[in-house]
T-cell receptor
Framework: DQQVKQNSPSLSVQEGRISILNCDYT??????FLWYKKYPAEGPTFLIS?????DKNEDGRFTVFLNKSAKHLSLHIVPSQPGDSAVYFC????????????FGPGTRLSVLP | DADVTQTPRNRITKTGKRIMLECSQT?????MYWYRQDPGLGLRLIYY???????NKGEISDGYSVSRQAQAKFSLSLESAIPNQTALYFC???????????????FGEGSRLTVL
């Protein structure tokens, strides 16, 4: 059973609007979360992270929100740009995982001009 | 040049053949990882190594083996490839910087393996 879930395989958004990508996790021992972005024929690249001691982290157009009680996090991209079109992976880690990360299945974001 | 380099980038082989995927890095990181990506399953950890003398099994190590030849080199082997090992394989590195979590893995560009 997947411990990190991204229930939307794909998402389409108009350029300039907000993109919201969601991630749910089942293991309450996870305490560190990351988002990676992947373009075709390239490896994933780190985008933004959040620790469980925070509920929000911002980096430019990207903001990650964490709701620990709901075991839910979301990535907001505002404004969305065509270059943001990629697959986004949510990843989680915790003490039980020996400093390794469990990845979700990914959400493919398409930003339409 | 890429900081994390994987070879080969693409490989087609037959069931039962031995395959080696190689990874080298110029980032100077001690930690190296092999992940496998399958559609709908995300990235799953096969093996990881926190230094040259440390090798650990990940979530899906059965059917795979690894060798950490040097700080900069980490190879993944499939001793007898089978069709369900057809996947995209990624090598990654990280740098703990004295903390528990680095928050960042640096990935290679991937090796696409097809087992017929």
């Amino acid at each position: 059973d997947q411990q990190v879930k991204q229930n939307s395989p794909s998402l389409s958004v108009q350029e300039g609007r907000i993109s919201i990508l969601n991630c749910d996790y089942t293991n309450s021992m996870f305490d560190y979360f990351l988002w990676y972005k992947k373009y075709p024929a390239e490896g994933p690249t780190f985008l933004i992270s959040i620790s469980s001691i925070k509920d929000k982290n911002e980096d430019g157009r990207f903001t990650v929100f964490l709701n620990k009680s709901a075991k839910h996090l979301s990535l907001h991209i505002v404004p969305s740009q065509p270059g943001d079109s990629a697959v986004y992976f949510c990843a989680a880690s915790g003490v039980d995982y020996g400093q390794n990360f469990v990845f979700g299945p990914g959400t493919r974001l398409s930003v339409l001009p | 040049d890429a900081d994390v380099t994987q070879t080969p980038r693409n490989r087609i082989t037959k069931t039962g053949k031995r395959i080696m995927l190689e990874c080298s890095q110029t980032k100077g990181h001690d930690r190296m990882y092999w992940y496998r990506q399958d559609p709908g399953l995300g990235l799953r950890l096969i093996y990881y190594s926190f230094d040259v003398k440390d090798i650990n099994k990940g979530e899906i190590s059965d059917g795979y083996s690894v060798s950490r030849q040097a700080q900069a080199k980490f190879s993944l082997s499939l001793e007898s490839a089978i069709p369900n090992q057809t996947a995209l394989y990624f090598c990654a590195t990280s740098d703990p910087r004295g903390g528990l979590y680095t928050g960042e893995l640096f990935f290679g560009e991937g090796s696409r393996l097809t087992v017929l």
